[in-house]
Every structure is written in structure tokens, then in C-alpha cells.
């Protein structure tokens, strides 16, 4: 089981070899992506030096940023192969030959400009459109001792603003006025006397809208057919523009992207050169590398480095954390991460996580019609986000507003995913409670089987949640669930403590896991009204023997302070029975919004409608908390009741040097070992 929970085995290794290698070492290192580097011990540093950055380095820098300036200044156009350089030489040589820089740089400006100019139009227009009412022309207004404005007010508040702007010695000019949708659009001169601050707080206190009249001549009607032939003008003029840029595009965005791909790349090489220690005559690094890719790495240095060798060291300290699971709990390491990494040396809980929270999902929706309205959603979320094959919004707008605000796309299709296990369970359950949007269908099915000699129950459910004796057994078996996964973390625990050699906290965990069986003895028992006095039944000595044995060992390995933590044992036990809760909440809520959709359809027309929106909406609130509250009370239950007897977390992710290509080829032709995570 051990090898099972573990994250993928890590050794620190050491890398020597002969300096004219060094590039082919560091090529092969990036294009495998297998190899953490990390700096050197205090050891090798005493016999190697570090090299500074070169005149390349910074060479490849200059050139990877006028690249990135092309490639914004261009629009995208489909790269359908990948390319090959010989040498970076070569790559530089080609880049520096491009001779269209100042051809894009000039029609940029331009575009920057006619932009600009189709902005102000835009404005231009708006605006006199709302003030076409306006009989004269625009240049009347412009006068070299008044200020003009056009303005817009709610209707109500004009008067009181005129009267205010009137009252104060030498008022302003109300020119002309119009009515339009509840507001007052107005002409408004002020003169020079005016009190600036007198204006301001007439405009702040009655919400008025001023604007200064544009610097335009004519009547407005004219004016406004003169800008929206301006605007066309423009807009040609700017397709012409994208035009010419996308015929360069086309001719040079697959060089340019595999040039700034191969930039990038080799910076990355040329920047680890710092961290790599050297002589004259060669070097070495020290890095961590999962343990199944060491041969493959020694082949690909055998067939390009030769000489360039691999020692495997011991270390203390702890490896960074890949984890490596099945492919099909790989969507459950995201709930793992978001509580915390894994360190490199504990238990990796993904496939616990990955066995346990569909069960409880599909536990607490427990209804048929839920399940499947889920699992339908999930499946659309994935092929929708992931593939792209549909542009059907079955989802409601308000839904998918409020889904991007807390979600990334890629973050709901792994949620999605993660929803489609216990959507199934919840659909398997809810035939068995016999619960279809609440409504009991079984019993039609199972009436006609029981002809052909089946004795299938005649309500329909297997086990009926909201029945005394469904109700006993389901808070039964959650209260088992909460022992076994308790009873498990403290088991996971204890082999974490034996693996560190903690002898006291085995010896604490021990005493938790008799504590939490003593109370779940006595507990039983006393449900099942078994005399549990230890006088009277040896079955008792037993359960006080767990109870009090536990109780010493404990207060041993962590003291008083195990004392005052006593009731969180039964708590955590305790805390299981929420699945329960949470299923009956969901049931009797689908059971309330039937009860009042069947009797509304025996009443008027009007009540009827009222029904069918309260069965709709009713029904749609309750699978959104099916979506939500189940997710989150599951991983609650593993995370606070399950993770914290065994789990610290707090690991640092294995990040190996190397990234991948989407526009060029590999420099060699090596087997590339595939990642892990």
C-alpha cells in the first residue's frame, strides 16, 4: 500500500563531464524535461567556479524581445509546420536579415492614429445625435469670452438646476433645451464671471452631465452626415492597414513564432549556465531526476556526451513532490494540491481521495433526476470547454457569469470530471431509495416484474432515506464510515510516524485509535441497550480497556494536551453523519416543491402556472446545491477528519528544466522521457 500512496521515487544525482559537452548535456536536459537542477553542495563549490552571462546571452535577450514586438504588432496567422535551425548562429544570422520592421512600425503608427481619430468620431457623433435639436450652427457656440457646454439632466431636477445657476448674480445662458426618454438635453453658455466652484457644485448635487462642445462647424444634422462618412473613410482605411499587416503575417508569422520559440529556449540554456559549476576543462551540476528516468538519461549521454557521467548521492534532505498517479484519479490531484502539496517523503492521498469522494457526492444527491441533470451538465462543460465541438448554452447566462467568476475554464472541466463517478453513484443510489426528482417511480416497474416471480419490495426502495428504519441504518453505516476513515488516517499515521522513527507519536496515534474504538464500543452497545458494566459483562472490561488504555497512551506520547483534544476524536466520528444530513435536506426539499407542484394542478389555471414555476425553479435550486454543497462537505470530511491524522503536506512540486516545443523540432533524436504528473 505504501508503494501504492507514494509519490514518484526521487533520487539527487550529480552530473560530470567534459566542458566541450556541456551544450549537448544542457540540450538534452531541456528537451527530456526530467531533471529539477538544483544548486551546488558547499563541497563542490569549493572546486568549481560559475560563469557569468555572455555576450550571446544577451544577444539571444535582444533579439527574443524585437521578435515579441513583430509578433504583437502582427495578427496571428496558422503555423502548419515545424521548423529546424542548425545553430543558434544561424537562427541569429536569419533574424537579423528581416528587413520589415520599419514597414510595421509605420503602419502601427498609422493604426494608432486612425484608431484614435475613429474614436473621437465615434464620440462626435453620439453626441450630436443626442443633441441634433440644436437649429444652428456648432461654430456660434465657440466664443473667446464664454465657456460652452452641452449638458444632460433628469427632467425633474432641470428647474431646480436653473434656478440655482440663475439665482447667482450674472447667470449662464440656457440656449436651447429638448426632452427626450425623462431627461433635459440643454445648450449652455457661461460667461466669464461665472464662479467655477458655484458650477461645480450645481453640477455634483444634480447629477448633471457636461460636456464641452466639440470644435466642429455646421448645423448638427450636417455634421453628423459629414463624421459618419469620416468614420466610413477611416474604417477602410484601417482595413487596408490590417490588410497589408496580415500579407506580412502571412509570409513570416511561422518564422517568427519558431524564432521566438528557439529564442526562448535558448535562453533558458544560456541561463542555467550560471547555476552549472565549471574548470577548464569541465563541469558538473547536481539535480533531482525520478528515479525511472535515470537510464534513459545515461543512454542519451552516451550516444551525444560521451564521457558525461551520472553519481547517484545520498541525501537527507526531502525530494520534491511528483506525484504520480493512475491516469484516471489524475483530475483528483488538483483537491490534493489545493490543500496542500504532498512532501516528497510522506503519503501521496490522490487515490484515497479519488475511492472516497464520489462516494460521498453521490451519497448525499442520492436521487436519480439529480444525478442524471449533473452528469449531463459535466459532460457538456467538458466537451464544450475541452473539445469545443458544441456552442449550445444549455446553461443558464447567470450560471455561466457566476461560474467564471470563481472558476477557470480548465478548472471546471477538472470539476467536471471529478462530479462524473459520483454523479453515477448517485444515480445507482437514488434507484435504490427509489427518488427520482423526489417522485417514487419504482414501485410501477417493480410491480409489473413481481409477475414473473420476483420479490422485489412493492413501495419501490430498497432503503426508503426518510423512513425510521432507512433513516437508523444510513446514520448506522455513516457512523461506521467515520470510524473506518478515521480509523484508517491514525493507521496511515502510525506508519508515517515508524517510517520517521517517532516513537512517542506511535505510541500517541496508537492510543487514539483505542480511544476512538472504546467509544465506539460503548457507544454500540449502549444503542443496542447491551449491559456494558464491567462487573456484570466481560464484553465491558473489553470497551474500558480500549477506552482507558487509549486515554494512557495517549496523555504518554503528547501529554495534557491530548487530554484537552479528547472530544475531537468523537467528533471527527461524529462528523461522518453530515452525508446523511445533507441527503435529507436534499430529499425533503424535492419532496415539499412536488407536494405543492401536484396540488396546485388540481386548482385554477393561475395556480397551476404558479406550481409548474415553483416545481421548476424549486427543482433547478436544489440541483445547484447538489452541485456545490455535497463537493464541499465531501472534501471537507477527507480534509479536516481524514488528512489531519497523517497528512502535513507543505511539499515544493518537482519543476525539471525543459519545456515544451509547439513550433520547432527537437535538437536530438532521443527517446524523451514522458512526464509522471
Given at each position: 500500500?505504501?508503494?501504492?500512496?507514494?509519490?514518484?521515487?526521487?533520487?539527487?544525482?550529480?552530473?560530470?563531464?567534459?566542458?566541450?559537452?556541456?551544450?549537448?548535456?544542457?540540450?538534452?536536459?531541456?528537451?527530456?524535461?526530467?531533471?529539477?537542477?538544483?544548486?551546488?553542495?558547499?563541497?563542490?563549490?569549493?572546486?568549481?567556479?560559475?560563469?557569468?552571462?555572455?555576450?550571446?546571452?544577451?544577444?539571444?535577450?535582444?533579439?527574443?524581445?524585437?521578435?515579441?514586438?513583430?509578433?504583437?504588432?502582427?495578427?496571428?496567422?496558422?503555423?502548419?509546420?515545424?521548423?529546424?535551425?542548425?545553430?543558434?548562429?544561424?537562427l541569429i544570422q536569419n533574424i537579423e536579415s528581416i528587413d520589415f520592421d520599419k514597414s510595421i512600425a509605420s503602419?502601427?503608427?498609422?493604426?494608432?492614429?486612425?484608431?484614435?481619430?475613429?474614436?473621437?468620431?465615434?464620440?462626435?457623433?453620439?453626441?450630436?445625435?443626442?443633441?441634433?435639436?440644436?437649429?444652428?450652427?456648432?461654430?456660434?457656440?465657440?466664443?473667446?469670452?464664454?465657456?460652452?457646454?452641452?449638458?444632460?439632466?433628469?427632467?425633474?431636477?432641470?428647474?431646480?438646476?436653473?434656478?440655482?445657476?440663475?439665482?447667482?448674480?450674472?447667470?449662464?445662458?440656457?440656449?436651447?433645451?429638448?426632452e427626450k426618454d425623462k431627461l433635459i438635453y440643454f445648450v449652455l453658455v457661461i460667461p466669464p464671471n461665472f464662479p467655477s466652484n458655484t458650477l461645480a457644485s450645481a453640477v455634483s448635487l444634480y447629477s448633471v452631465h457636461l460636456e464641452a462642445v466639440p470644435?466642429?462647424?455646421?448645423?448638427?444634422?450636417?455634421?453628423?452626415?459629414?463624421?459618419?462618412?469620416?468614420?466610413?473613410?477611416?474604417?477602410?482605411?484601417?482595413?487596408?492597414?490590417?490588410?497589408?499587416?496580415?500579407?506580412?503575417?502571412?509570409?513570416?508569422?511561422?518564422?517568427?513564432?519558431?524564432?521566438?520559440?528557439?529564442?526562448?529556449?535558448?535562453?533558458?540554456?544560456?541561463?542555467?549556465?550560471?547555476?552549472?559549476?565549471?574548470?577548464?576543462?569541465?563541469?558538473?551540476?547536481?539535480?533531482?531526476?525520478?528515479?525511472?528516468?535515470?537510464?534513459?538519461?545515461?543512454?542519451?549521454?552516451?550516444?551525444?556526451?560521451?564521457?558525461?557521467?551520472?553519481?547517484?548521492?545520498?541525501?537527507?534532505?526531502?525530494?520534491?513532490?511528483?506525484?504520480?498517479?493512475?491516469?484516471?484519479?489524475?483530475?483528483?490531484e488538483?483537491?490534493?494540491?489545493?490543500?496542500?502539496?504532498?512532501?516528497?517523503?510522506?503519503?501521496?492521498?490522490?487515490?484515497?481521495?479519488?475511492?472516497?469522494?464520489?462516494?460521498?457526492?453521490?451519497?448525499?444527491i442520492g436521487d436519480v433526476g439529480y444525478g442524471l441533470v449533473i452528469l449531463i451538465v459535466s459532460l457538456w462543460v467538458i466537451r464544450r470547454v475541452q473539445h469545443r465541438k458544441y456552442n449550445l448554452t444549455i446553461m443558464p447566462k447567470f450560471l455561466r457569469n457566476f461560474a467564471k467568476t470563481i472558476l477557470r475554464p480548465s478548472q471546471m472541466v477538472k470539476l467536471a470530471k471529478a462530479m462524473i463517478p459520483g454523479c453515477i453513484i448517485a444515480i445507482i443510489l437514488g434507484f435504490c431509495f427509489d427518488l427520482y426528482f423526489g417522485f417514487h417511480l419504482n414501485g410501477y416497474l417493480f410491480s409489473y416484474l413481481n409477475n414473473f416471480g420476483l420479490n422485489l419490495p412493492p413501495d419501490g426502495a430498497f432503503l426508503n432515506?426518510?423512513?425510521?428504519?432507512?433513516?437508523?441504518?444510513?446514520?448506522?453505516?455513516?457512523?461506521?464510515?467515520?470510524?473506518?476513515?478515521?480509523?484508517?488516517?491514525?493507521?496511515?499515521?502510525?506508519?508515517?510516524?515508524?517510517?520517521?522513527?517517532?516513537?512517542?507519536?506511535?505510541?500517541?496515534?496508537?492510543?487514539?485509535?483505542?480511544?476512538?474504538?472504546?467509544?465506539?464500543?460503548?457507544?454500540?452497545?449502549?444503542?443496542?441497550?447491551?449491559?456494558i458494566n464491567p462487573l456484570q459483562n466481560i464484553q465491558g472490561i473489553g470497551y474500558f480497556a480500549l477506552l482507558f488504555g487509549g486515554i494512557g497512551m495517549m496523555f504518554y506520547g503528547e501529554g495534557v494536551r491530548a487530554l484537552m483534544e479528547l472530544p475531537s476524536i468523537i467528533s471527527h466520528i461524529l462528523s461522518y453523519t453530515r452525508i446523511v444530513g445533507i441527503l435529507l435536506?436534499?430529499?425533503?426539499?424535492?419532496?415539499?416543491?412536488?407536494?405543492?407542484?401536484?396540488?396546485?394542478?388540481?386548482?385554477?389555471?393561475?395556480?397551476s402556472i404558479l406550481g409548474v414555476m415553483i416545481f421548476l425553479i424549486g427543482h433547478i435550486f436544489n440541483i445547484i446545491i447538489g452541485v456545490f454543497e455535497p463537493g464541499i462537505q465531501g472534501a471537507r470530511l477527507i480534509y479536516v477528519e481524514f488528512f489531519s491524522k497523517f497528512y502535513h503536506g507543505a511539499g515544493r512540486p518537482f519543476k525539471p528544466f525543459g519545456s515544451k516545443r509547439r513550433f520547432t523540432k527537437n535538437e536530438y533524436e532521443i527517446e524523451i522521457a514522458k512526464k509522471s504528473n
Open positions: 500500500m505504501s508503494t501504492i500512496l507514494k509519490p514518484a521515487p526521487m533520487t539527487k544525482i550529480a552530473v560530470i563531464g567534459l566542458k566541450k559537452y556541456r551544450p549537448q548535456v544542457i540540450s538534452i536536459l531541456h528537451e527530456m524535461n526530467v531533471i529539477q537542477l538544483e544548486p551546488l553542495s558547499k563541497e563542490a563549490e569549493s572546486y568549481l567556479t560559475q560563469e557569468q552571462e555572455g555576450e550571446l546571452h544577451r544577444q539571444i535577450s535582444d533579439q527574443l524581445l524585437r521578435i515579441r514586438g513583430l509578433l504583437n504588432s502582427l495578427p496571428p496567422s496558422p503555423v502548419l509546420a515545424k521548423s529546424k535551425f542548425s545553430s543558434i548562429e544561424e503602419l502601427e503608427r498609422q493604426k494608432e492614429d486612425i484608431l484614435t481619430e475613429i474614436k473621437e468620431t465615434e464620440n462626435n457623433i453620439k453626441l450630436l445625435e443626442d443633441f441634433s435639436f440644436f437649429p444652428e450652427d456648432l461654430k456660434l457656440l465657440r466664443l473667446s469670452f464664454a465657456r460652452s457646454y452641452f449638458g444632460r439632466i433628469n427632467s425633474e431636477k432641470f428647474p431646480e438646476f436653473k434656478k440655482t445657476l440663475e439665482s447667482n448674480g450674472e447667470g449662464p445662458i440656457f440656449i436651447s433645451s429638448h470644435k466642429l462647424e455646421g448645423k448638427p444634422a450636417d455634421i453628423i452626415h459629414n463624421q459618419k462618412n469620416l468614420y466610413n473613410n477611416l474604417n477602410a482605411k484601417l482595413k487596408q492597414i490590417n490588410s497589408q499587416l496580415a500579407d506580412i503575417s502571412k509570409s513570416n508569422y511561422t518564422f517568427l513564432k519558431s524564432a521566438e520559440e528557439e529564442l526562448e529556449i535558448e535562453n533558458q540554456k544560456l541561463g542555467i549556465i550560471e547555476e552549472i559549476g565549471a574548470t577548464n576543462d569541465a563541469f558538473a551540476f547536481e539535480g533531482w531526476i525520478p528515479r525511472s528516468k535515470i537510464d534513459n538519461v545515461k543512454t542519451a549521454f552516451a550516444r551525444y556526451s560521451k564521457g558525461t557521467i551520472i553519481y547517484e548521492l545520498e541525501s537527507k534532505e526531502i525530494p520534491p513532490t511528483l506525484l504520480s498517479n493512475p491516469k484516471r484519479f489524475k483530475v483528483f488538483s483537491f490534493v494540491r489545493f490543500y496542500s502539496l504532498p512532501s516528497g517523503n510522506e503519503f501521496d492521498p490522490t487515490l484515497i481521495f479519488g475511492l472516497i469522494f464520489p462516494i460521498f457526492y453521490g451519497l448525499m432515506p426518510i423512513g425510521t428504519f432507512g433513516l437508523r441504518k444510513l446514520l448506522l453505516f455513516s457512523g461506521y464510515v467515520g470510524l473506518g476513515m478515521v480509523s484508517f488516517g491514525l493507521v496511515l499515521g502510525i506508519l508515517n510516524s515508524m517510517r520517521e522513527r517517532q516513537i512517542k507519536h506511535i505510541i500517541s496515534k496508537v492510543g487514539w485509535l483505542l480511544f476512538g474504538w472504546g467509544i465506539a464500543m460503548i457507544g454500540l452497545a449502549m444503542i443496542n441497550h447491551v449491559n435536506a436534499s430529499v425533503i426539499l424535492a419532496h415539499v416543491i412536488d407536494f405543492i407542484f401536484l396540488k396546485s394542478l388540481d386548482s385554477s389555471i393561475a395556480l
